[in-house]
């Protein structure tokens, strides 16, 4: 009889190989392993490399206690990574062939959303400022708290709690000297910058209303000088150059509508255009304040690589940046994230995890249309503490499809009877699906049928879909779940 999946083993027992970056070359793939440290309760994670195959796996990095953020350089000859090695946060460079990691610069916060310049020769990255302690000095250890006066309403945001006038700015760093510079300054987030294939610009996204909407803003990187594109109400969720950075893609809308649309912009004329109307597909826009969205990956300079999901699976697709069509290339019963491309875009690496599997990594091969799991960090543990078994199912009802999963112990006895947990999704925009969820597996494996669904409102469906639950918020979704769970 396997052991059940207890908190303790989901917490503690349970790694995770993420952020997987393939080389230019399209040979190897750095990825962050990582798991919670038993003793401090706190994360600890490593680097690693393997090939493709995921033959010659070996790590990178032993200093400190988190490292991540892998990015290679655009020749392939460095890998730049973020650790806290040195007593604070920092940007270290490792030569790809191996040999010791070099510090750029550090911070007492968090960096994230590296980005190599195209010559090589600079890193663009954020980090909090706080522009009552732009010099990051340390309070001292006897000092009282703070006073905190509040100026704005998003003074706070969910996951990162108490913000003030803290937010997110980019830095520019120099790989050779370590020099760097504060690039914007304006009192509002911007995240992920993505350099300009010139190497002048950087595209950054630029949320306001606590995050609810956001603009793309095209920073001079030489001035800080900014260009806000879209609407001020409206949304964008990934963004890309195009290979002669005369236009860039990206996926948001006119207005907060919970489903993405793809516009491009020419740079030149100052255009928006759209081209497409009601995905069928939801553009992976990461998870706000927690990842960032998958990357676009332009092809050619026509075609477009993307990773969306639909009806709770993931899938990779192509955008023709001209008509508009959408075709997809690859998809599964899984929940993927992210996406690293070599230079030829021939492979396609991603963090995975569905309902037999978590924290592993997948590589898709456009050339032969295989896709297959790269690591097997967890094969052991999850062999030793099976997974719940599963079935999906659907209900119709009032003129919708709803579709529901259920979750059962794995040595699960029809003759038995069960105690059931209905668990519903947040959002309310949200969306369940193949993915591994700990708290729906712990129930599972110890006793319980779990049933999930995604009634109207639910994203991954297309806009029509999301939307049924505006002003109507706990009417026809609740009659969705009560039916979904009345079939089981």
């Not at 020749?75 to 460079?93: H, K, T, Y």
């Not at 520019?172 to 910058?193: I, K």
């Not at 940046?321 to 996406?339: F, H, I, K």
């Amino acid at each position: 009889m396997p052991r059940p999946l207890s908190p303790e083993t989901l917490v503690y027992e349970l790694a995770s190989a993420g952020d997987p970056q393939i080389s230019p070359d399209g040979t190897r793939i750095v990825y962050a392993l990582g798991r919670i440290d038993r003793a401090t309760g706190k994360p600890r994670s490593q680097l690693w490399q393997c090939d493709l195959d995921c033959g010659n796996a070996r790590q990178l990095t032993q200093g400190g206690t988190t490292n991540g953020g892998p990015r290679w350089s655009p020749n392939g000859s460095q890998l730049a990574f973020v650790s806290d090695r040195a007593p604070e946060c920092g940007i270290f460079v490792l030569p790809a062939d191996g040999g010791e990691a070099r510090e750029l610069t550090r911070h007492r916060q968090a960096i994230s959303d590296l980005a190599w310049s195209p010559d090589g020769r600079h890193i663009a990255y954020t980090t909090t400022v706080d522009p009552e302690n732009p010099d990051e000095t340390p309070r001292p250890d006897d000092a009282p708290p703070p006073v905190r006066t509040t100026r704005r309403l998003d003074y706070k945001q969910d996951n990162r709690g108490y913000l003030g006038d803290a937010r997110h700015q980019i830095f520019v760093v120099d790989v050779a000297s370590g020099e760097r510079r504060q690039v914007t300054h304006e009192p509002v987030d911007h995240e992920v910058p993505l350099w300009s294939p010139d190497g002048r610009t950087l595209a950054a996204k630029m949320p306001n209303r606590n995050g609810m909407c956001a603009q793309l803003g095209l920073i001079d990187v030489a001035t800080g000088a900014t260009t806000l594109v879209g609407p001020e109400t409206g949304d964008v969720d990934a963004w890309a150059w195009s290979p002669r950075g005369d236009r860039i893609l990206f996926a948001g809308d006119t207005a907060q509508t919970w489903q993405s649309d793809f516009f491009v912009y020419d740079v030149a004329k100052g255009d928006v255009r759209r081209l497409t109307d009601d995905l069928a597909c939801l553009p992976d826009a990461g998870f706000a304040t927690i990842s960032p969205p998958a990357p676009l990956v332009w092809l050619d300079d026509r075609s477009v690589l993307f990773h969306a999901v639909r009806a709770g699976a993931s899938g990779l697709y192509t955008l023709d940046s001209e008509t508009g069509d959408v075709a997809q290339l690859a998809d599964s019963q899984a929940m993927r994230g992210g996406l690293s491309s070599d230079a030829a875009h021939r492979y396609a690496a991603q963090a995975h995890a569905d309902l037999a599997h978590a924290g592993e990594i997948a590589l898709f091969d456009r050339e032969t249309g295989e896709s297959r799991l790269v690591t097997h960090v967890n094969d052991e543990l999850l062999a030793d503490a099976q997974p719940a078994s599963w079935e999906r199912f659907d209900v119709e009802r009032g003129g919708e499809r709803i579709e529901a999963w259920l979750l059962k112990p794995p040595d699960f006895d029809p003759a038995k009877r069960y105690p059931v947990v209905l668990d519903v999704h947040g959002g309310p925009n949200g969306y369940y699906g193949y993915g591994f969820n700990g708290v729906q597996q712990c129930l599972a494996t110890n006793g319980f049928l779990v049933v999930y669904s995604n009634p109207r409102g639910s994203g991954s469906y297309g806009r029509r879909f999301t939307q049924q639950v505006i002003r109507d918020w706990g009417g026809e979704d609740f009659k969705d779940l009560m039916a979904v769970l009345d079939a089981r």
